[in-house]
Protein backbone atom coordinates (compact mmCIF):
# COMPACT_ATOMS: atom_id res chain seq x y z
CA UNK A 1 0.00 0.00 0.00
CA UNK A 2 1.23 3.44 -0.75
CA UNK A 3 -0.56 6.89 0.06
CA UNK A 4 0.54 9.99 -1.44
CA UNK A 5 -0.58 13.56 -0.33
CA UNK A 6 -0.57 16.63 -2.48
CA UNK A 7 -0.94 19.85 -0.77
CA UNK A 8 0.61 23.62 -1.51
CA UNK A 9 -1.09 26.83 -1.20
CA UNK A 10 -4.20 27.19 -2.25
CA UNK A 11 -4.91 27.07 -5.32
CA UNK A 12 -1.51 26.05 -7.04
CA UNK A 13 -3.26 23.29 -8.76
CA UNK A 14 -2.89 20.74 -6.66
CA UNK A 15 -6.02 19.03 -6.80
CA UNK A 16 -5.43 18.74 -10.51
CA UNK A 17 -2.42 17.85 -10.32
CA UNK A 18 -3.46 14.68 -7.84
CA UNK A 19 -6.21 13.96 -10.34
CA UNK A 20 -3.65 13.84 -12.71
CA UNK A 21 -0.92 11.65 -10.61
CA UNK A 22 -3.75 9.02 -9.87
CA UNK A 23 -4.90 8.87 -13.35
CA UNK A 24 -1.43 7.80 -14.25
CA UNK A 25 -0.99 5.37 -11.56
CA UNK A 26 -3.91 3.50 -12.86
CA UNK A 27 -3.06 3.49 -16.49
CA UNK A 28 0.00 1.52 -15.26
CA UNK A 29 -2.25 -1.12 -14.18
CA UNK A 30 -2.38 -0.11 -10.48
CA UNK A 31 -5.54 -0.07 -8.57
CA UNK A 32 -6.21 3.33 -7.60
CA UNK A 33 -8.25 5.49 -5.31
CA UNK A 34 -7.86 9.65 -5.38
CA UNK A 35 -9.78 11.68 -2.54
CA UNK A 36 -10.15 14.97 -1.61
CA UNK A 37 -9.72 16.29 2.30
CA UNK A 38 -9.89 20.07 1.45
CA UNK A 39 -13.10 21.71 2.76
CA UNK A 40 -13.40 23.27 -0.17
CA UNK A 41 -13.61 20.23 -2.23
CA UNK A 42 -13.30 20.68 -6.54
CA UNK A 43 -11.78 17.12 -7.35
CA UNK A 44 -15.50 16.31 -9.05
CA UNK A 45 -14.64 19.50 -11.28
CA UNK A 46 -11.37 17.95 -11.85
CA UNK A 47 -13.19 14.78 -13.65
CA UNK A 48 -15.91 16.55 -14.87
CA UNK A 49 -18.54 14.50 -12.79
CA UNK A 50 -20.57 14.62 -9.41
CA UNK A 51 -18.33 12.84 -6.33
CA UNK A 52 -19.14 11.93 -2.66
CA UNK A 53 -18.26 10.68 0.32
CA UNK A 54 -18.31 6.91 -0.65
CA UNK A 55 -15.80 5.93 -3.88
CA UNK A 56 -17.04 5.71 -7.18
CA UNK A 57 -15.62 4.63 -10.35
CA UNK A 58 -14.24 7.70 -12.69
CA UNK A 59 -12.19 5.91 -15.30
CA UNK A 60 -15.71 4.74 -16.96
CA UNK A 61 -16.23 7.93 -18.89
CA UNK A 62 -13.11 7.42 -21.58
CA UNK A 63 -13.39 4.95 -24.33
CA UNK A 64 -11.19 2.15 -25.15
CA UNK A 65 -8.95 4.61 -27.28
CA UNK A 66 -8.00 6.79 -24.70
CA UNK A 67 -4.49 7.61 -23.78
CA UNK A 68 -3.24 4.66 -20.65
CA UNK A 69 -6.76 3.16 -20.49
CA UNK A 70 -7.11 3.10 -16.76
CA UNK A 71 -10.98 0.89 -16.48
CA UNK A 72 -11.94 -0.20 -13.30
CA UNK A 73 -8.82 0.94 -11.87
CA UNK A 74 -9.54 4.78 -10.76
CA UNK A 75 -12.03 5.50 -8.26
CA UNK A 76 -12.47 9.06 -6.52
CA UNK A 77 -13.99 10.27 -3.77
CA UNK A 78 -14.42 13.26 -1.55
CA UNK A 79 -14.56 13.05 2.14
CA UNK A 80 -17.55 14.31 4.44
CA UNK A 81 -16.04 15.43 7.22
CA UNK A 82 -19.50 16.87 8.43
CA UNK A 83 -20.72 13.37 8.48
CA UNK A 84 -17.99 12.20 10.05
CA UNK A 85 -18.53 14.65 12.81
CA UNK A 86 -21.89 13.32 13.01
CA UNK A 87 -20.71 9.78 13.18
CA UNK A 88 -17.34 8.91 14.38
CA UNK A 89 -16.57 11.42 16.17
CA UNK A 90 -19.31 10.36 19.11
CA UNK A 91 -17.78 7.01 19.45
CA UNK A 92 -13.81 8.85 19.65
CA UNK A 93 -15.24 11.49 21.51
CA UNK A 94 -16.65 8.87 24.10
CA UNK A 95 -13.29 7.82 24.36
CA UNK A 96 -11.64 10.99 24.96
CA UNK A 97 -13.37 11.41 27.44
CA UNK A 98 -13.75 8.49 29.91
CA UNK A 99 -9.63 9.20 29.12
CA UNK A 100 -9.86 12.86 30.69
CA UNK A 101 -12.49 11.77 33.41
CA UNK A 102 -9.23 9.08 34.38
CA UNK A 103 -6.81 11.76 34.25
CA UNK A 104 -8.50 13.43 37.54
CA UNK A 105 -11.14 15.94 35.55
CA UNK A 106 -14.03 16.24 36.39
CA UNK A 107 -17.17 15.20 34.30
CA UNK A 108 -18.17 18.93 33.43
CA UNK A 109 -14.29 19.62 32.43
CA UNK A 110 -13.52 16.45 30.48
CA UNK A 111 -16.67 16.99 28.60
CA UNK A 112 -15.50 20.33 27.77
CA UNK A 113 -11.97 19.78 26.74
CA UNK A 114 -13.00 16.54 24.31
CA UNK A 115 -14.48 19.94 21.91
CA UNK A 116 -11.18 19.61 20.06
CA UNK A 117 -10.04 22.25 17.46
CA UNK A 118 -8.98 20.74 14.55
CA UNK A 119 -11.56 17.91 14.92
CA UNK A 120 -12.49 17.85 11.26
CA UNK A 121 -8.86 17.46 10.08
CA UNK A 122 -8.59 14.39 12.41
CA UNK A 123 -11.48 12.38 11.57
CA UNK A 124 -10.34 13.01 7.59
CA UNK A 125 -7.21 11.08 8.54
CA UNK A 126 -8.70 8.41 10.12
CA UNK A 127 -11.35 8.18 7.06
CA UNK A 128 -8.19 8.24 4.70
CA UNK A 129 -6.36 5.48 7.17
CA UNK A 130 -9.78 3.98 6.97
CA UNK A 131 -9.69 3.51 2.97
CA UNK A 132 -6.41 2.79 2.54
CA UNK A 133 -6.38 -0.31 5.19
CA UNK A 134 -9.80 -1.83 4.19
CA UNK A 135 -10.18 -0.85 0.67
CA UNK A 136 -8.89 -2.93 -2.23
CA UNK A 137 -6.49 -0.39 -3.52
CA UNK A 138 -2.82 -0.74 -4.58
CA UNK A 139 -2.16 3.36 -4.24
CA UNK A 140 -4.43 5.84 -2.30
CA UNK A 141 -3.60 9.56 -3.72
CA UNK A 142 -4.48 12.35 -1.04
CA UNK A 143 -5.68 15.43 -2.16
CA UNK A 144 -4.95 17.63 1.16
CA UNK A 145 -6.38 20.87 1.76
CA UNK A 146 -3.98 24.12 1.84
CA UNK A 147 -0.83 24.14 3.31
CA UNK A 148 -1.84 25.59 6.31
CA UNK A 149 -4.42 23.23 7.01
CA UNK A 150 -2.41 20.21 5.73
CA UNK A 151 0.04 20.83 8.69
CA UNK A 152 -2.51 20.94 11.19
CA UNK A 153 -3.76 17.50 9.77
CA UNK A 154 -0.56 16.21 9.81
CA UNK A 155 0.11 17.03 13.65
CA UNK A 156 -2.75 16.20 15.12
CA UNK A 157 -2.35 12.61 16.09
CA UNK A 158 1.59 13.31 17.43
CA UNK A 159 -0.22 16.50 19.63
CA UNK A 160 -3.03 15.35 20.99
CA UNK A 161 -1.03 11.61 21.43
CA UNK A 162 1.55 13.79 23.57
CA UNK A 163 -1.20 15.24 25.33
CA UNK A 164 -2.36 11.82 26.49
CA UNK A 165 0.71 10.28 27.76
CA UNK A 166 1.87 13.85 29.64
CA UNK A 167 -1.60 13.11 31.23
CA UNK A 168 -0.97 9.49 32.07
CA UNK A 169 2.51 9.77 33.69
CA UNK A 170 3.14 6.77 36.04
CA UNK A 171 1.02 6.84 38.95
CA UNK A 172 -1.81 8.79 38.11
CA UNK A 173 -5.36 7.50 38.49
CA UNK A 174 -6.61 6.05 35.34
CA UNK A 175 -9.59 4.18 33.99
CA UNK A 176 -10.08 0.97 33.24
CA UNK A 177 -10.23 2.05 29.27
CA UNK A 178 -6.64 3.98 30.08
CA UNK A 179 -7.07 5.96 26.82
CA UNK A 180 -5.90 2.92 25.19
CA UNK A 181 -8.22 2.02 22.27
CA UNK A 182 -7.59 6.37 21.34
CA UNK A 183 -4.35 6.17 22.32
CA UNK A 184 -3.62 3.54 19.72
CA UNK A 185 -5.76 4.94 17.34
CA UNK A 186 -3.71 7.86 17.62
CA UNK A 187 -0.57 6.27 17.50
CA UNK A 188 -1.57 4.40 14.39
CA UNK A 189 -2.35 7.32 12.34
CA UNK A 190 1.08 8.59 13.38
CA UNK A 191 2.97 5.42 12.29
CA UNK A 192 1.16 5.51 9.06
CA UNK A 193 2.44 9.31 8.05
CA UNK A 194 5.62 8.63 9.56
CA UNK A 195 6.27 5.54 7.42
CA UNK A 196 8.56 6.71 4.65
CA UNK A 197 7.80 3.12 2.45
CA UNK A 198 4.10 4.27 3.24
CA UNK A 199 3.11 7.31 2.86
CA UNK A 200 5.23 10.32 1.53
CA UNK A 201 4.24 14.18 0.11
CA UNK A 202 4.33 15.74 -2.74
CA UNK A 203 4.20 19.97 -2.67
CA UNK A 204 3.03 21.76 -5.30
CA UNK A 205 3.80 25.21 -6.12
CA UNK A 206 3.81 27.84 -8.68
CA UNK A 207 7.06 29.36 -9.94
CA UNK A 208 6.66 32.58 -7.91
CA UNK A 209 9.30 33.47 -4.83
CA UNK A 210 6.42 34.10 -2.42
CA UNK A 211 4.92 30.84 -3.07
CA UNK A 212 8.40 29.30 -2.78
CA UNK A 213 9.15 30.69 0.46
CA UNK A 214 6.04 29.07 2.18
CA UNK A 215 6.94 25.84 0.25
CA UNK A 216 9.93 26.12 2.23
CA UNK A 217 8.65 26.70 5.42
CA UNK A 218 6.35 23.91 4.57
CA UNK A 219 9.33 21.91 4.29
CA UNK A 220 10.67 22.60 7.42
CA UNK A 221 7.93 21.74 9.18
CA UNK A 222 7.10 18.03 7.38
CA UNK A 223 10.67 17.12 8.33
CA UNK A 224 10.26 18.00 12.20
CA UNK A 225 7.44 15.82 12.37
CA UNK A 226 9.15 13.12 10.77
CA UNK A 227 7.14 13.03 7.09
CA UNK A 228 8.87 12.49 3.82
CA UNK A 229 8.46 15.20 0.72
CA UNK A 230 9.44 13.06 -1.81
CA UNK A 231 9.01 16.02 -4.11
CA UNK A 232 7.82 19.40 -5.70
CA UNK A 233 5.85 19.75 -8.65
CA UNK A 234 6.39 23.53 -10.22
CA UNK A 235 3.18 24.16 -12.25
CA UNK A 236 2.11 26.48 -14.39
CA UNK A 237 5.35 27.21 -16.11
CA UNK A 238 5.19 29.74 -18.81
CA UNK A 239 5.49 28.11 -22.49
CA UNK A 240 8.82 29.53 -24.06
CA UNK A 241 7.75 31.94 -26.37
CA UNK A 242 10.82 30.73 -29.09
CA UNK A 243 11.20 33.18 -31.76
CA UNK A 244 8.14 34.65 -31.88
CA UNK A 245 8.03 38.01 -32.12
CA UNK A 246 4.93 41.01 -30.84
CA UNK A 247 3.88 42.25 -27.65
CA UNK A 248 2.18 38.72 -26.23
CA UNK A 249 5.59 36.75 -27.01
CA UNK A 250 7.28 39.38 -25.41
CA UNK A 251 5.30 39.60 -21.99
CA UNK A 252 5.05 35.44 -22.32
CA UNK A 253 8.93 35.69 -22.33
CA UNK A 254 9.74 38.18 -19.77
CA UNK A 255 7.35 36.41 -17.55
CA UNK A 256 9.51 32.80 -18.01
CA UNK A 257 12.50 34.69 -17.82
CA UNK A 258 11.16 35.48 -13.81
CA UNK A 259 10.07 31.87 -13.59
CA UNK A 260 13.47 30.48 -14.68
CA UNK A 261 14.80 32.81 -11.98
CA UNK A 262 12.94 31.09 -9.17
CA UNK A 263 13.58 27.75 -10.79
CA UNK A 264 17.32 28.28 -10.44
CA UNK A 265 16.68 29.50 -6.66
CA UNK A 266 15.30 25.94 -6.03
CA UNK A 267 18.19 24.49 -7.42
CA UNK A 268 20.67 26.66 -5.09
CA UNK A 269 18.85 25.25 -2.46
CA UNK A 270 19.79 21.42 -3.26
CA UNK A 271 16.41 20.65 -5.02
CA UNK A 272 18.24 18.81 -8.42
CA UNK A 273 16.01 18.31 -11.74
CA UNK A 274 14.70 14.81 -10.39
CA UNK A 275 13.56 16.38 -7.82
CA UNK A 276 11.63 19.40 -9.35
CA UNK A 277 8.72 18.18 -11.83
CA UNK A 278 7.58 21.35 -14.33
CA UNK A 279 4.03 21.76 -15.43
CA UNK A 280 3.27 24.03 -18.26
CA UNK A 281 0.73 26.83 -18.12
CA UNK A 282 -2.32 25.44 -20.38
CA UNK A 283 -4.64 27.85 -22.21
CA UNK A 284 -7.77 25.31 -21.34
CA UNK A 285 -8.39 24.69 -17.73
CA UNK A 286 -8.22 20.88 -17.77
CA UNK A 287 -11.02 18.87 -17.03
CA UNK A 288 -12.21 14.81 -17.54
CA UNK A 289 -9.88 12.45 -17.80
CA UNK A 290 -8.29 12.63 -21.19
CA UNK A 291 -6.86 16.30 -20.02
CA UNK A 292 -5.74 14.79 -16.95
CA UNK A 293 -3.70 12.38 -18.90
CA UNK A 294 -2.11 14.14 -20.68
CA UNK A 295 -0.77 16.52 -18.09
CA UNK A 296 0.53 12.99 -15.99
CA UNK A 297 2.51 12.50 -19.43
CA UNK A 298 4.32 16.11 -19.58
CA UNK A 299 5.06 15.44 -15.84
CA UNK A 300 5.77 11.88 -15.30
CA UNK A 301 7.27 11.30 -18.94
CA UNK A 302 5.22 7.79 -19.24
CA UNK A 303 7.62 6.63 -16.12
CA UNK A 304 5.86 5.15 -12.96
CA UNK A 305 4.93 8.43 -10.36
CA UNK A 306 5.89 6.46 -7.18
CA UNK A 307 9.39 5.60 -9.06
CA UNK A 308 12.31 6.20 -6.70
CA UNK A 309 10.13 6.63 -3.17
CA UNK A 310 11.56 3.30 -1.81
CA UNK A 311 14.66 5.08 -1.56
CA UNK A 312 16.60 5.77 2.10
CA UNK A 313 15.85 8.45 4.00
CA UNK A 314 17.88 10.43 6.70
CA UNK A 315 16.55 10.24 10.00
CA UNK A 316 15.63 13.13 11.69
CA UNK A 317 17.78 12.56 14.16
CA UNK A 318 21.79 11.59 14.09
CA UNK A 319 24.11 11.39 17.10
CA UNK A 320 27.61 11.71 17.16
CA UNK A 321 30.64 12.20 19.84
CA UNK A 322 32.20 15.17 19.94
CA UNK A 323 35.11 16.35 22.51
CA UNK A 324 34.03 16.46 25.52
CA UNK A 325 30.28 15.58 24.28
CA UNK A 326 27.69 14.61 21.44
CA UNK A 327 26.17 16.68 18.54
CA UNK A 328 22.86 15.97 17.61
CA UNK A 329 22.07 16.38 14.41
CA UNK A 330 18.67 17.31 13.63
CA UNK A 331 17.56 16.88 9.83
CA UNK A 332 15.54 20.12 8.65
CA UNK A 333 15.85 21.73 5.48
CA UNK A 334 16.65 25.58 6.64
CA UNK A 335 16.57 28.65 4.46
CA UNK A 336 19.21 31.26 4.99
CA UNK A 337 16.06 33.88 6.78
CA UNK A 338 14.83 31.35 8.76
CA UNK A 339 14.22 32.04 12.34
CA UNK A 340 15.01 29.30 15.01
CA UNK A 341 14.68 28.22 18.37
CA UNK A 342 15.40 25.77 20.60
CA UNK A 343 14.97 25.22 24.43
CA UNK A 344 14.70 22.43 26.38
CA UNK A 345 11.64 21.27 28.07
CA UNK A 346 12.25 17.86 30.73
CA UNK A 347 13.45 15.39 28.43
CA UNK A 348 12.14 16.92 25.00
CA UNK A 349 13.98 19.29 22.97
CA UNK A 350 11.03 22.19 21.63
CA UNK A 351 12.29 22.82 18.36
CA UNK A 352 10.90 26.29 16.34
CA UNK A 353 11.54 27.16 12.82
CA UNK A 354 9.67 29.79 11.26
CA UNK A 355 6.65 29.30 13.55
CA UNK A 356 6.25 25.74 13.56
CA UNK A 357 7.44 23.67 16.91
CA UNK A 358 7.77 20.50 17.85
CA UNK A 359 8.66 18.79 21.26
CA UNK A 360 11.91 15.99 19.73
CA UNK A 361 11.89 13.46 22.50
CA UNK A 362 15.54 13.54 23.17
CA UNK A 363 17.54 10.20 22.60
CA UNK A 364 18.44 8.28 26.65
CA UNK A 365 21.98 8.95 26.37
CA UNK A 366 21.51 12.94 25.79
CA UNK A 367 18.84 13.44 28.40
CA UNK A 368 21.51 14.00 31.38
CA UNK A 369 23.36 16.62 29.55
CA UNK A 370 23.14 20.13 29.03
CA UNK A 371 23.50 22.06 25.74
CA UNK A 372 26.18 24.48 25.22
CA UNK A 373 25.58 25.46 21.57
CA UNK A 374 23.23 25.35 18.24
CA UNK A 375 24.67 25.89 14.58
CA UNK A 376 23.32 25.48 11.15
CA UNK A 377 24.55 23.92 7.79
CA UNK A 378 22.91 23.02 4.77
CA UNK A 379 21.87 20.25 6.02
CA UNK A 380 20.03 21.46 9.29
CA UNK A 381 20.50 21.93 12.81
CA UNK A 382 23.57 20.67 14.85
CA UNK A 383 23.02 21.03 18.83
CA UNK A 384 26.16 20.40 21.20
CA UNK A 385 25.42 18.94 24.46
CA UNK A 386 28.25 17.99 27.01
CA UNK A 387 28.50 17.09 30.51
CA UNK A 388 25.49 16.50 32.90
CA UNK A 389 22.10 19.01 32.63
CA UNK A 390 22.45 21.69 34.88
CA UNK A 391 19.64 23.34 36.16
CA UNK A 392 17.15 25.26 33.90
Known amino acids: MRILLFTGKGGVGKTTLAAATAAALAGRGRKTLVVSTDPAHSLGDAFGRALGAAPSEVDDIVGPSAVGSTSGLLHAAQIDTRG ?135 LSSLALRGILVDGLIVNRLMPAPGFWRGAAASWMRTRRTQQNAVLAELADAGFGPGQVKPVEHRAVEPVGLEALQEIAYELYQGLDPLAGNEKGVTPLLQVSESDGGYQLRIAVPLHRDSEVDLARVDDDLAVTVDGFRRLIALPEMLRPCRITGAESDAHGLVVSLAGNRGPG
Request: hydrophobic residues 45%; proline residues 5%.
Open 84 to 218: LVDSTWRELRQELQTALAGAGLDSLDAEELTVVPGVDELLALTEVQRLAEHGPWETVVVDCGPTAETLRLLALPEAVSGYLSRMFKPGARRTAADAGRLGAHLESLRTLLTDPATTTVRLVLTPERVVVAEARRT
